[in-house]
C-alpha cells in the first residue's frame, strides 16, 4: 500500500511538473502570437491603400481627359469667337454699304417723280409727232408702221411699264423710222379700193422714191410726193423697176437702174 500511495504521490507530481511546463510555454508563445497582429493590419492597410491610390489615379486620369477636353473646346470657342468678330465687322461695312444705296436710291426716287412729271407730257407729244410723220410721209409699209405707233400709244397707258422703259420704246420707233431712209426694201402689198384692190410689187429707195410695179410687170408706177397720189409711169421705166425689185431682194448684184427721181427743190 505505501509502493502504490508513493507511485501516486509521484504521478501528481509529475502532472503537476507538465502543467507548469504547458502554461509557461503558453505564456511565451502568447507574446510571438500578439506580435504577428500589427504586421498583418498593416499590410491589409497597405493593401487598402494601394486600392484606394489605383481608384484615385483612375479618377485622376479620367479628369485628367476631361480637361483637355474641356481645354480643347474652350479654344475651339474662342477661335470661333474672334471669327464672329471678324466676320460681323465685315457684315457690317455690307450693311452700310447697302445703306448708303438705299439712300441714294430713295434720293433718286424723288428726283425721278418730278423727272416723270416732267417728261411724261414730252413723250405724248413725240408718239403724236410720229403718228404725224407716219401718215404725211411715203406711203411703204402703212399697216405695220401704223400699228407700230398704236402700240406705243397702249404702252403709254401701261401702268406696267416704267417710264425708262416708255422713253426706250419711242427712241426704238424713231430709229426704225430713221433707219428707212437709209436702205432700199421690196414688199408685196395691196393696192385700189373695193373690186379694184390689186396686189403689186412694191420698190423703196430711202424715202427718195416709192414704186409699184403689178405682178405681171405690165403696169409700172410711183408715188408722186408733190400730189400725194399714185400715178401710172411710161414703159420705159418698166426694166429699171423690175431690176431694182431684184437687187432689194438680193437677186441681183448691184448697178446702176434708170428710175424716175425728182429734183429737190427750194423750200
Not at 402703212?142 to 426706250?168: F, I, Q, W
Not at 423710222?177 to 430711202?206: C, H, K, Q, V, W
Request: hydrophobic share 40%; with cysteine.
Amino acid at each position: 500500500m505505501k509502493y502504490i500511495k508513493t507511485n501516486t504521490q509521484k504521478v501528481r507530481g509529475l502532472c503537476g511538473r507538465l502543467a507548469l511546463s504547458a502554461a509557461i510555454s503558453a505564456s511565451l508563445m502568447a507574446p510571438a502570437f500578439a506580435a504577428d497582429d500589427p504586421l498583418n493590419s498593416a499590410l491589409q492597410a497597405q493593401q487598402k491603400i494601394d486600392k484606394a491610390s489605383q481608384v484615385s489615379q483612375v479618377k485622376v486620369d479620367k479628369l485628367s481627359d476631361t480637361t483637355r477636353e474641356l481645354l480643347g473646346e474652350y479654344k475651339a470657342v474662342i477661335r470661333q469667337v474672334e471669327a464672329l468678330k471678324v466676320y460681323n465687322r465685315q457684315l457690317q461695312k455690307v450693311v452700310n454699304a447697302q445703306q448708303a444705296e438705299i439712300d441714294s436710291m430713295l434720293a433718286q426716287i424723288k428726283t425721278l417723280d418730278q423727272t416723270n412729271i416732267e417728261i411724261t407730257p414730252l413723250m405724248l407729244k413725240m408718239v403724236d409727232g410720229l403718228d404725224q410723220f407716219v401718215e404725211l410721209d411715203v406711203p411703204f409699209q402703212l399697216k405695220e408702221r401704223r400699228e407700230r405707233v398704236e402700240r406705243l400709244r397702249a404702252t403709254m397707258d401701261s401702268p406696267n411699264v416704267t417710264t425708262s422703259e416708255k422713253y426706250r420704246k419711242i427712241l426704238e420707233s424713231y430709229q426704225i423710222e430713221n433707219d428707212f431712209g437709209r436702205t432700199i426694201e421690196a414688199y408685196e402689198a395691196s393696192l385700189g379700193e373695193g373690186d379694184e384692190t390689186r396686189t403689186y410689187n412694191f420698190l423703196r429707195i430711202g424715202r427718195v422714191a416709192l414704186l409699184y410695179q403689178s405682178l405681171d410687170g405690165a403696169e409700172t408706177g410711183q408715188w408722186n410726193k408733190q400730189t400725194r397720189q399714185w400715178e401710172v409711169l411710161p414703159e420705159s421705166y418698166r426694166a429699171g423697176v423690175s431690176q431694182g425689185l431684184k437687187i432689194a431682194r438680193k437677186q441681183a448684184p448691184h448697178n446702176l437702174i434708170k428710175l424716175p427721181v425728182r429734183a429737190a427743190e427750194d423750200a
